[in-house]
């Protein structure tokens, strides 16, 4: 038991109890400092920052009516109006988006809180999301690697990361898809060790059953007998499938991570089956675990996804809702066995499918993807250049600025990691680098698919966790393995802090043109290294 038991979850290391709880404070600590930073001054500047023009006042409509509507016809400078304390902006008529209603249904809480001319309410849940997940990236380091070090710089890592702090002060809806994905993903590594947990529970019962039980009297049953033992019902893939369906409800580049993340699990269980000794692994874990896999995370992502739509269903002025009344199905088709609703949120989603894919036009911000892990082109949210004595600039000529700009410890890291990490996976066959290439998988190169459509830097943040478990896996080379001599173990631990040490130094320094802090012009400039940075 204890020789399979280390086959399927690996070796404990010493003091596992006392890490743990050195972990637990660490990421607390670093979440808790993470999430003030976040929080200060997060309702400046006090109006609508790049598309939270679009976001913000959506979130609101949503509110109010269920659904979005445009802005009333005729009306001058709607967003100074909203942010003013006058948020009635809106006519009558349906607003055609282009976005599924999660992340502003999220934005829409903070504004509930606070009120929807509150610039904090609308930036609030995008400062939770951002502080919470660098708790849960924490967690998910110690379950990767269950090294307490290890735990704490993935999230000292992300807590100081310059691309997903300017996010985590913004109300637009790519920190949503971010933080769904990654809670997706922290659901499927507590499956996996509760599986594998199963799995050497259950392996000595059915091995003697299968030796000492009479011979199969079907072929269902002779395969049964060598693909090992089922492990039950997966809760904690449930719960993946629900977030994984709010993750495309937010944004549908959630499906990317649906078909990596489903694969990625099957994979998993493969290896354990694989480990444990069962005769047909292979079949035993299409048959056992992947066959319910799909029938668990693909309909719960479904189903999760329409009722993301419920306020649209609930009311009766959102666009295309009365689509299917103004155009009948044909009596005895299929389509006339699908309810009226549905087929028009699917003519509306046919609408937004033809906008996405049509999206061409040029903007000074948009960037390709092959230049977004260097930061070639970090996309600017907000900028003013006031003269002396407006907004407390002292000298001739200042800036107030916010840039995505990443942190070079976290994005620079991770690209020269990228291959080592890949060869930790392909060839040392480390299940952890592959989860680390998993969320940069389906939340990067899907999108170089779209060489010619309008892209920008800012998607980047859904995979940034994902960036930072690489670094961290890099990090745990430099630390060493658990058995090493204490005396390389605490070089290498020196190393790590050091790194720490630098990104921090390195947010810190560049704090001002995230967080618009009006600086002097010549700072700015020290700041900006480059002309693509500016």
Excluded at 81 to 106: A, E, I, Q, S, Y
Excluded at 162 to 174: A, K, P
Excluded at 253 to 264: K, Q
Excluded at 431 to 454: H, M, N, S
Aim: proline share 5%; aromatic share 16%; glycine share 10%.
């Amino acid at each position: 038991m204890e020789s399979l038991r280390e086959r399927l979850l690996g070796p404990l290391p010493r003091s596992l109890g006392r890490a743990n709880r050195i972990a637990w404070l660490g990421i607390l600590i670093v979440t808790v400092l993470g999430g003030a930073v976040r929080l200060w001054r997060l309702e400046h500047p006090h109006r609508l920052v790049f598309d939270e023009t679009y976001y913000v006042k959506q979130a609101w409509s949503l509110r109010l009516f269920g659904y979005e509507r445009e802005i009333r016809e005729g009306l001058d400078k709607p967003d100074d109006l909203f942010t003013n304390g006058t948020p009635d902006v809106w006519g009558t008529v349906p607003d055609l988006v282009v976005h599924p209603p999660v992340g502003k249904w999220m934005i829409a809480a903070g504004e509930l809180l606070f009120g929807p001319e509150s610039s904090f309410g609308w930036r609030f849940s995008s400062a939770v999301v951002g502080t919470l997940s660098i708790l849960i990236i924490g967690r998910v380091a110690w379950m990767l690697w269950h090294n307490a070090l290890l735990a704490i710089a993935a999230s000292t890592l992300l807590a100081v990361d310059g691309h997903h702090f300017t996010q985590s002060r913004i109300g637009l809806l790519d920190i949503f898809v971010m933080w769904w994905a990654l809670l997706a993903f922290w659901f499927l590594l507590l499956d996996r060790e509760q599986a594998r947990r199963r799995l050497a529970q259950r392996w000595p019962v059915w091995a003697e059953h299968r030796r000492a039980g009479p011979g199969a009297r079907t072929p269902w049953g002779g395969w049964a007998r060598q693909w090992g033992p089922g492990l039950g019902v997966r809760w904690w893939r449930l719960a993946a499938g629900v977030s994984l369906g709010l993750c495309t409800g937010t944004k549908w580049s959630g499906l990317y991570f649906l078909a990596v993340f489903g694969l990625m699990t099957v994979w998993w269980d493969l290896g354990a089956r694989r480990a444990a000794g069962a005769p047909r692994w292979f079949s035993g874990t299409v048959v056992r675990d992947g066959i319910p896999a799909f029938l668990t995370m693909v309909p719960v992502t479904i189903v999760t996804y329409v009722a993301t739509w419920a306020g649209w269903f609930a009311t009766q002025g959102g666009w295309k809702r009365e689509w299917a009344s103004d155009h009948p199905a044909d009596p005895g088709s299929l389509a006339a066995l699908v309810p009226d609703p549905l087929r028009s949120l699917w003519a509306y989603h046919v609408e937004m499918l033809t906008f996405h894919v049509g999206l061409h036009n040029e903007h000074k911000w948009s960037s390709n993807p092959w230049s977004w892990t260097v930061q070639w082109r970090p996309t600017l949210f907000y900028a003013q250049w006031p003269k002396r004595g407006e907004q407390g600039c002292e000298v001739s000529d200042c800036v107030d600025y916010i840039a995505s700009l990443g942190n070079i410890f976290v994005w620079w890291g991770a690209s020269a990691g990228l291959l080592v990490v890949l060869f930790l996976w392909l060839l040392g066959r480390d299940w952890r680098a592959g989860a680390a290439l998993a969320g940069i998988v389906a939340g990067w190169l899907p999108w170089f698919l779209y060489q010619t459509r309008t892209i920008y830097s800012f998607y980047a943040v859904a995979f940034v966790p994902w960036l930072v478990l690489v670094v961290v896996c890099c990090l745990g080379l430099v630390l060493g393995p658990e058995r090493a001599s204490r005396r390389r173990r605490r070089w290498g631990a020196a190393v790590v802090v050091a790194y720490l040490v630098l990104a921090t130094a390195w947010f810190v320094w560049y704090y001002p043109v995230q967080a618009a802090v009006v600086i002097p012009r010549g700072q700015w400039q020290w700041r900006m290294w480059f002309d693509f940075w500016t």
